[in-house]
């Protein structure tokens, strides 16, 4: 069975890591180059001279099985490059967002994925749910290569908040 594991601190035998929770709602882009990225929303503006693209309003970016939705999308590219899906440098997200892939969900008030690395850096009131297994914090920091994630507790005393509920994880 599954259940998620705050940090590093084993639930039960075969259980899945934070990391891979968390990482398991961005498992679309995960290294992944043979999906096209598509994106909607309200408005585009590109900025070729800062090699970027605003997308803004409603915004929905899916590649494979996952769907980011957010209010403002900064696509930036590779300096120097034609600004191809292979070019993209990093997902600059704010106003909300919400990653979902089949029944793992991260919301988070505004975060950034590097595409080169995969490293993802949530920031705001974070929430990692993977069925009825939840975890809290106020930032998350995560890697889909190396599976490897930190979710931080809020400045100012707050505390990392985590609810596992045995055999309901499927």
């Not at 096209?36 to 693209?53: F, G, R, S, T």
């Amino acid at each position: 069975a599954s259940a998620l594991i705050a940090l590093g601190i084993l639930v039960s035998s075969g259980s899945t890591s934070l990391a891979q929770v968390s990482g398991q709602a961005f498992e679309g882009f995960r290294g992944n180059t043979k999906d096209p990225v598509q994106i909607e929303a309200n408005q585009l503006e590109v900025l070729d001279e800062q090699a970027k693209a605003v997308f803004e309003g409603n915004v929905k970016v899916r590649q494979g099985s996952s769907l980011i939705t957010t209010s403002r999308l900064v696509v930036k590219y590779l300096k120097g490059s034609k600004g191809g899906q292979n070019d993209i440098e990093r997902l600059d997200m704010t106003g909300g967002l919400i990653a979902t892939s089949k029944q793992n969900t991260v919301t988070a008030d505004s975060g950034t994925f590097h595409v080169q690395t995969e490293n993802i850096v949530l920031t705001g009131k974070v929430t990692i749910s993977q069925g009825e297994n939840i975890a809290t914090g106020c930032k998350l920091i995560a890697n889909l290569k190396t599976n490897k994630a930190r979710l931080e507790a809020c400045k100012g005393g707050g505390r990392v908040k985590s609810i596992f509920t045995p055999g309901k994880d499927k």
